[in-house]
């Protein structure tokens, strides 16, 4: 990325020599992403961050689909797992915009029925998105069955793939998808960077109005040291993938194995197999999921949560009560995420403090509760 900075500085969309300079950089960004995703170059659209490729895609195909050939503006099917990016999208389009949502629904694992989609499917449908691995639970979607369906009726599908690329191969072509969302300080590349991988021929309205960059589809001018860095991390993950996913797996059964064993009250949340290959995830009963964030944290431990405490009043992650998790149990939720740098030691050294922090804001809300 360095140069890019520093000597080799043009605005890719100039016609000068530093310009076209940047823009050769930039194009080869295209076709490295676009060929990692078994995409061509010229569908793939750098973005901010992975929040504006789902913006984009929602909206994107909403406004050039609205109304097409009928009363109301149309309908959009998707979920309740979804990241506030695809959620917060597809309720401002109902809310501002007309039209009717449907959320599917989900099993206790958070898996997604392709047949509740097909039943969903009406004739004003106009986009259905569905994530492909869910950011708090790990769970994986049965997305090219999704896919499949929403071909079959002709209806453009959208998937936000943003947790997954560094550690499931994507192909957009076995996937099914017309629109897929990427963000690339998700695969070891730099933050504030995001891809949306968008199918020739798709029905599209450019949300962001402005010049022609990205082919008209993201105006703005480009951060080109951001998309080669992308591009780069994206060739990085290809060649490890496979070695660390399988790694990694191993890593995070004995995680989730020695929790469930040393934890009294401990659940595991999402898939136990359909899942991200480095995501453990889990509720405490009686526990604030923020508090033990913190205390593990003191130790060394950087993990989240899925539960937020708002003006004091902690409030259950709405992804964990859309599977059925019961409140008392989702307030104590904690997201464990491993790395290509985790090894053994950190998931024993993570399993000798953990009970010991559970055990210990358990305790503190307990004595809080008997004043
Ligand atoms: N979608 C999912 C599933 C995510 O996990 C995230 C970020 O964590 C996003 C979208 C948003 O990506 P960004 O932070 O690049 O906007």
Same mark, same amino acid.
Do not use: H, K, Y
């Given at each position: 990325m360095q140069p890019f900075w520093r000597e %080799?500085?043009?605005?890719?969309?100039?016609?000068h020599h530093f310009g076209r300079e940047a823009a050769a950089a930039l194009d080869e960004a295209h076709a490295i992403l676009g060929c990692a995703i078994g995409?061509?170059?010229?569908?793939v659209v750098f973005t901010g961050c992975g929040s504006e490729a789902d913006n984009l895609a929602l909206r994107g195909v909403a406004f050039a689909m609205r109304h097409a050939g009928r009363r109301g503006p149309g309908h959009i099917i998707t979920t309740p797992i979804e990241h506030h990016a695809v959620e917060a999208t597809a309720c401002q389009l109902r809310d501002l915009f007309g039209f009717d949502l449907t959320l599917l629904p989900v099993d206790g694992c958070g898996r997604v029925d392709p047949d509740d989609v097909r039943r969903a499917?009406?004739?004003?449908?106009v986009i259905v998105s569905v994530m492909? %691995?869910?950011?708090?639970?790990g769970t994986l979607q049965p997305i090219s069955e999704i896919g499949a369906i929403c071909r079959e009726h002709g209806i453009p599908f959208h998937s936000?793939?943003?947790?997954a690329p560094a550690y499931l191969p994507l192909d957009v072509n076995a996937l099914n998808v017309d629109l897929l969302a990427l963000s690339s300080h998700k695969f070891y590349g730099p933050k504030g960077v995001g891809v949306l991988y968008l199918r020739e021929g798709t029905p599209y309205i450019p949300p962001i109005t402005g010049g022609g960059h990205e082919r008209g589809r993201r105006p703005g001018t480009v951060n080109v040291a951001g998309a080669v860095g992308s591009a780069a991390a994206m060739r990085y993950v290809a060649r490890q993938r496979d070695a660390q996913s399988a790694r990694l797996v191993a890593l995070r059964d004995r995680l989730i194995a020695g929790v469930l064993d040393r934890v009294p009250d401990a659940r595991l949340t999402g898939h136990p197999t359909e899942r991200l290959p480095h995501l453990a995830s889990f509720v405490f009963k009686d526990v604030d999921g923020e508090s033990l964030l913190m205390a593990l944290d003191v130790e060394g431990f950087a993990v989240s949560t899925g539960s937020a405490c708002t003006s004091g009043n902690p409030e259950p992650s709405p992804v964990l009560l859309a599977m059925g998790i019961p409140p008392a149990w989702a307030l104590g939720s904690l997201r464990i995420s491993l790395g290509y740098d985790t090894r053994a030691e950190d998931i024993e050294a993570l399993l000798e403090v953990l009970p010991r922090c559970v055990e210990r804001v358990r305790r503190s809300a307990l004595a809080f509760s008997h004043g």
């Open positions: %080799a500085f043009g605005n890719a969309a100039s016609l995409a061509r170059a010229g569908e499917i009406r004739a004003d449908t492909l %691995a869910n950011n708090e639970v936000d793939a943003v947790q």
